[in-house]
């Protein structure tokens, strides 16, 4: 992963910034040490490389299994590419998904780390926010970590799904919000309605930030009924991993 995140700062961020003036806003609010939890809407498959692009520490996100174990060539890119942008994949040895995130999150902020997590679980299929699922506050409650909100803009403009290069002439950015602090809820992750509240404070948070409509709905679902398919349950590991 370092090596990576090296080669991003030094050879990547240059042309980034010089193709795209992404803007950038709050980072303030990203501790510079130790664990933070940074929770972000999820646009694009850029947001990968335009959200951690201002900060001078690397994002760690949780990522789908199916992510490292392609065969062939193209696997081993494949997992080269998502090790190197910060994706860890969920171990869901003796566990359930939502467990084994939550046991991987956990870890990655006790090595004082940052964890970006997509509470949506998926990338939205437009360019509203969409109902957040509560393993991120369970997360939250859990480590204990301050909890900072991230918005993502324009990426959805900039690189739509299917498209396999960024668009010229999009500006795309990130922002950052002041931390949040549930310590009034510390204790009780095992409570569904704190969970629930503590998730819709959150894209609350998020959808000041970025400005978007919000659909009290899951995106996982919507993409479904776009793509004309029965509708699928919600995902099982809460929304802690990127299921792209």
């Known amino acids: 992963m370092l090596w990576f995140w090296i080669l991003l700062r030094v050879v990547l961020s ?22 933070a939890l940074l929770v972000s809407n999820h646009l694009s498959f850029a947001d990968h490389f335009f959200g951690p692009l201002p900060l001078m520490r690397p994002i760690f996100f949780i990522g789908k299994g199916e992510y490292f174990t392609g065969k062939g060539l193209k696997g081993l890119i494949s997992k080269g590419f ?72 324009n990426t959805h403009r900039l690189m739509p799904p299917g498209r396999t290069l960024p668009r010229l002439g999009v ?14 809820y510390y204790g009780q992750e095992d409570d569904r309605d704190v969970l629930r509240q503590i998730t819709d ?15 009290d709905r899951y995106a996982a679902e919507v993409k ?18 990127d299921r792209g």
């Open 201 to 215: 404070e959150i894209m609350q948070a998020i959808r000041e930030l970025s400005g978007q409509e919000y659909v």
């Open 14 to 35: 240059p042309i980034l910034y010089l193709g795209w003036w992404p803007r950038n806003r709050g980072i303030r609010n990203v501790p510079k040490r130790g664990p």
């Open 82 to 153: 998502f090790t190197g942008v910060g994706v860890v994949p969920v171990d869901r040895t003796g566990g359930s998904a939502s467990e084994a995130a939550l046991r991987t999150g956990l870890r990655i902020l006790a090595e004082g780390k940052l964890l970006g997590i997509y509470p949506e679980g998926t990338r939205a299929p437009d360019e509203r926010l969409y109902r957040g699922k509560t393993g991120v506050a369970r997360l939250a409650l859990k480590s204990r970590v301050p909890v900072v909100p991230m918005a993502m803009t």
């Open 171 to 184: 500006r795309p950015g990130v922002r950052f919000g002041e931390p949040m602090d549930f310590s009034r």
């Open 224 to 241: 479904a009924e776009l793509a004309g398919k029965t509708v699928v349950p919600v995902d099982d590991d809460g929304g802690l991993s």
